[in-house]
């Protein structure tokens, strides 16, 4: 059959391509780009599908199908964000399915969800049926269909589907699958005065005397009153739980025509309610800085800006998006996830009040669609972590990503394996929206960027006010041995904490591990504590008294004696926050320790209820893992010390420097904001390693320029880029295997460095075998859509080979 009109979809599967449906005549006029339609797929399969295009060429070669469905009157996605779409299956190797699935929220994917219909050609002959299938064929005759759910609390049993089944058998019924939309407004119910009180004051007086017989309802009606002098609209629950009163009395009242309940959809997302406060006015600097972003805008598209840390970057970001909220256009505001509950929000919030909205990881479904709808209706400003990306922006005219050299805009899995900062420049460059990257610590791609002139930079020297930078300084442990205790702290980083302590002001410690001793050791025998499931020395962690592997989640109790030889104790190796915080107990018993890790900031409020503790003055010394570096602004810190400078910088990676650095420094500038000036002290058994030099010189320029000298020497990015090949199986041989015959393959493939397969550091993760490829390519066009391509026909070729078709190759463009 031929359709008049035919779609192109995307599903939300890793499916190669499109996919083309033919248009019912019925849906022709109502069927536009974006909306989304319901389609059979496999095996009687349904879903919803995205329009992408539209048009009258009738596919070869298949029966096309139809389009049962339309689900939007107006479109959820406009051809922008296609096109966004489109940029990132095509640069991060990701199907555009993954990429819808990555883009909507769940609550916009439907479900199938599976009804019950009396079929048309029952005769209604009920007089054969058993009891049970006769209430089910009644219920379906008054209503048109029922869920599974339905049927089973009209039977009131669980075990229903032997009678559903011999009731298809006789077609009795049939099955429908429909699919549903999970999304659901939340409603609130009010309660009110009928109308015929509303107005009449002396009819509401008899009211009030025909109540003295009936205590509790009278209690509730003045209640009402007392309230809608506050506020006319009141909300059933509050009113309950004011007068103390019951549904009962509440429906009473109902009956007897005085009350009426009435329901409205609201918001599920916290609104401002405060007031608005003015952005302060700028420091001269600050201005200057503005100054010379909007003298640059013309000729860039993104400005840098490289700003100390405390020298008010929101606020030059807050003046920025004034002048877009007075055009009318919108904002996004790309945060580190964890940023995101800290104190930006609130500030920015005070700024802009109700015209902020905020977008990360810990909402639920049906908030995240709320903030979905916001966007498209027009909100102002977003403030999100990197999959804010996706919202449906209608007038973007800037995006700022704040901590713009954070690795956390990465993602790891699933794909896409997308850059949310480099997402975001795409993004702009496809509204025509100009982009605000602001940093203490830039990365070398962004510092590259700058130098070949594809970036403006834009530099913020100074801190506000008389704050100073802090003095830093290295503390040398060879020489100041650590004792007493576990020996985890020199005399002079003691002796700081104690003088700062004594000033009434409060004391940061850095210790990137969480948990206790990162593993045990047997002595005798070199037997590690090591995961059933991973190729990693599991964590002790003292409190839960537990042994957890970081990598897969498993868990065990710790051993007293070595399995291997019953050598006892065993000893434990480097140490994790939750050692630092026991320790400091023995030195500083009267002090209030807290900590701040991934184990101690679970729940929605974790992180911001440490960080108010510690803005308030009831915590003293924190300890914690790099999230007390991220953007947090305490006015009281008086030393940061940061316990183990050398593991930060031995981390077996191209990039470890550049961490290490941007680490350090975001970490030190905790300290001294405000009045007098703070003091960072790095504990190390190597003060001479060049990175610690540049730090204590605060010399940034000159650690980029030798760190980019050596990343070109030996090819690293910014000068190349890398695409990480990751082959993934149960099986080590298998997956040897396929990754020497994709090397094989690709060494003649691709232009480029193709080093590998090697085995990774961690090789086994959840008991399965991890082997990678690196690929170092030329920046130059049309390389790396070669390098993919060659890998794309190697993944196909894959999967019509017996054994190996198993093995699941991800692809990590841009690696972090
Ligand atoms: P950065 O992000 O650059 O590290 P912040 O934006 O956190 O710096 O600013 C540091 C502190 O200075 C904050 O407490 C901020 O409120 C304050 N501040 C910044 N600019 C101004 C200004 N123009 N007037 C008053 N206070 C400011
Ligand atoms: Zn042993
Ligand atoms: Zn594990």
């Known amino acids: 059959m031929a359709y008049s009109r035919y779609v192109d979809v995307v599903l939300p599967l890793a499916l190669p391509g499109l996919l083309t449906y033919g248009v019912p005549d019925s849906l022709v006029s109502a069927i536009q780009f974006g909306v989304r339609v319901e389609v059979p797929f496999r095996k009687n399969k349904r879903y919803s599908a995205l329009v992408v295009g539209i048009h009258d060429r009738k596919p070869d070669g298949y029966k096309v199908k139809p389009v049962i469905g339309l689900l939007d009157r107006a479109p959820v996605l406009y051809p922008e964000h296609f096109r966004f779409w489109q940029w990132l299956s095509s640069y991060y190797f990701a199907s555009l399915g993954e990429v819808m699935n990555a883009a909507l929220p769940a609550h916009m994917k439907l479900d199938s969800e599976t009804t019950l219909h009396l079929s ?21 005759r008054r209503q048109e269909h029922l869920t599974l759910e339905d049927v089973r609390k009209l039977l009131n049993k669980e075990r229903v589907m032997p009678l559903v089944h011999k009731m298809l058998d006789e077609k009795i019924i049939y099955l429908h699958t429909e699919l549903k939309e999970r999304y659901r407004p939340k409603q609130v119910s009010y309660v009110r005065l009928t109308g015929r009180y509303r107005q009449n004051q002396d009819a509401l007086n008899e009211v009030f005397d025909s109540l003295h017989a009936a205590p509790k309802q009278l209690a509730l009606l003045l209640a009402l009153m007392q309230e809608v002098h506050h506020d006319p609209e009141v909300r059933k629950a509050d009113l309950l739980r004011r007068a103390a009163a019951t549904s009962a009395s509440l429906n009473a009242l109902v009956k007897k025509g005085i009350l009426e309940v009435y329901h409205k959809h609201e918001s599920r997302l916290d609104t401002y309610t405060g007031d608005r406060v003015k952005v302060d006015p700028l420091t001269p600097a600050q201005q200057k800085a503005v100054q010379q972003i909007e003298r640059l805008w013309p000729e860039k598209d993104v400005v840098l800006l490289h700003g100390v840390t405390g020298s008010g970057k929101t606020h030059i970001y807050a003046d920025q998006i004034r002048k877009v909220i007075a055009q009318g256009g919108q904002v996004l505001y790309l945060l580190p996830e964890i940023a995101l509950t800290g104190q930006i929000v609130s500030r920015l919030r005070k700024f802009f009040g109700e015209d902020v909205t905020v977008y ?34 209608r007038r973007l005219q800037l995006v700022i990503v704040d901590e713009a050299h954070d690795r956390s805009f990465k993602q790891f899995d699933p794909a896409p394996r997308y850059n949310g900062r480099d997402a975001a420049l ?3 460059r496809i509204f025509g929206a100009k982009a605000l990257l602001g940093t203490a610590t830039p990365s070398m791609e ?41 020996a985890l702290f020199s005399k002079i980083l003691l002796d700081a904490i104690e003088e700062t ?41 003292k409190k839960a008294r537990v042994m957890r592997c970081h990598y897969c989640g498993f868990a065990e109790e710790p051993r007293p004696a070595c399995p291997a030889c019953g050598n006892m104790p065993l000893k434990m190796l480097g140490f994790g926050t939750e050692q630092v915080e026991e320790e400091l107990k023995v030195f500083f018993p009267e002090a209030k320790v807290g900590r701040m890790d991934y184990d101690t900031t679970g729940g929605k409020q974790g992180f911001s209820r440490i960080v108010h503790a510690f803005d308030a003055g009831e915590i003293q010394i924190l300890v914690g893992t790099q999230m007390v570096t991220k953007g947090l602004d305490f006015d009281h810190v008086g030393l940061v010390g940061i316990m183990s400078a050398d593991q930060l910088l031995a981390f077996p990676d191209f990039r470890s420097a550049e961490r290490a650095f941007q680490q350090i420094i975001q970490v030190s500038g905790r300290a001294g904001r405000k009045k007098s000036r703070g003091k960072v002290l790095i504990q190390t058994y190597r003060p001479d390693h060049p990175v610690l030099k540049d730090v204590l010189r605060g010399d940034y320029d000159a650690f980029a320029r030798r760190e980019l000298a050596e990343r070109k020497a030996f090819h690293y990015p910014p000068f190349t880029r890398l695409v990480q ?11 040897d295997t396929v990754a020497k015959l994709m090397h094989h393959r690709l060494v003649r493939q691709v232009s480029g460095e193709v080093l590998g397969p090697v085995v990774p550091a961690v090789a086994r993760i959840r008991n399965r075998y991890h082997r990678t490829i690196l690929l170092k390519l030329s920046r130059r066009k049309g390389i790396l859509t070669q390098a993919l391509d060659a890998i794309a026909a190697f993944v ?21």
């Not at 970036?455 to 913020?460: D, I, Q, S």
């Not at 190996?804 to 991800?810: D, G, P």
């Open 501 to 541: 302590l004594t000033a009434g002001r409060q004391v940061i410690l850095f210790q990137n591990r969480r948990g206790y001793a990162p593993s045990l050791n047997c002595t005798v025998c070199g037997w590690v504590s090591e995961c059933s499931h991973c190729d990693v020395a599991m964590t002790f962690h």
């Open 446 to 486: 962004s510092l590259h960027n700058v130098e070949t002139g594809k970036y403006g930079v834009v530099r913020l020297e100074e801190r506000v006010g008389d704050s100073q930078l802090p003095d830093i300084e290295v503390v040398d442990l060879r020489k100041n041995r650590p004792a007493g205790g576990r």
């Open 120 to 140: 048309p050609i029952f005769s209604d002959d009920f007089d054969h049926l058993s009891d049970e299938a006769f209430q089910l064929a009644e219920a379906l």
């Open 360 to 393: 990360h990881s810990r909402l639920n479904n049906n908030e995240r669609v709320e903030v979905w709808k916001e966007v498209l209706a027009g909100k102002p400003v977003v403030l999100a972590a990197r999959s804010g990306v996706f919202l449906p922006f």
């Open 725 to 735: 090949l990751t082959l993934v199986h149960r099986n080590a041989t298998t997956v």
């Open 796 to 816: 196909t070729s894959l999967k019509t080979q017996k054994g190996l078709s198993s093995v699941r190759v991800k692809v990590d463009v841009d690696v972090w």
């Open 426 to 428: 795409v993004l702009a």
